[in-house]
Structure formats: C-alpha cells, structure tokens
Nanobody, 122 residues
Framework: QVQLVESGGGLVQAGGSLRLSCAAS????????MGWFRQASGKEREFVAV????????AYADSVKGRFTISKNNANNTIYLQMNSLEPEDTAVYYC???????????????WGQGTQVTVSS
C-alpha cells in the first residue's frame, strides 16, 4: 500500500503561482511512477504531468507545458508540482497518483491522494 497526501492548494489570482506537494508513505516510493491529475467541476479527470521513478524523465499535458514543473525527491518521499502563470482554466481539484506502469491515463494508477483544491481568479 502507498498512502498519498496532497497539500499546497488555495486561491490565487491569474498570473500567480502555487506549489503543490504530495507526501508518500508505505511501500518503496522510489519504485513508482508518479503523476498529477486534475478534475474541474463537471469534467472528467485529466492528465497534468508525470515523472519517472528515478525522476529523470517527465511529460506534461500540452495545456500546462512551459508553465508547470513536476519534480520528485526520493529522499523525503515527496513529489511537487510547481505551477506558474496560472489561468482561470487551471481551476480544479488536483490529485497525485502512483503507478508501477505510469502513463497519461488515470487507469494504470493504483494509489491516489484525496486531492487539493486550486482556484484561480480572473
């Protein structure tokens, strides 16, 4: 089992920044591919970013590329999502997730956090 707890969400004006954290506990953290997903009200959960188990490889949704950065600290079992130049369209509940397979679909992810709300005002 892997337990994931997100933090760092909040209300920010358009153009601002936030950094989300996801603390992991349980099984060996460094063996998992970690992803960030988001779900806006009335919409399906969508991929945001993913990082390999080593932290060497990353990938992003086109909508956040160049604005968001995912990183992983295996020493303290935490992943981060630095979000810059936030837009009202980024408003959603953000979830971190762990998978032995990874990818851009939510399906392969076995463990999920409870989510943290990000609201961007215009």
């Amino acid at each position: 089992q892997v337990q994931l707890v997100e933090s760092g969400g909040g209300l920010v004006q358009a153009g601002g920044s936030l950094r989300l954290s996801c603390a992991a506990s349980g099984r060996t953290f460094r063996s998992y591919v970690m992803g960030w997903f988001r779900q806006a009200s009335g919409k399906e959960r969508e991929f945001v970013a993913v990082i390999s188990s080593s932290g060497a490889a990353t990938a992003y949704a086109d909508s956040v590329k160049g604005r968001f950065t995912i990183s992983k600290n295996n020493a303290n079992n935490t992943i981060y999502l630095q979000m810059n130049s936030l837009e009202p369209e980024d408003t959603a509940v953000y979830y971190c997730a762990a998978s032995t397979k990874g990818g851009r679909s939510p399906a392969p992810y076995d463990y999920w956090g409870q989510g943290t709300q990000v609201t961007v005002s215009s």
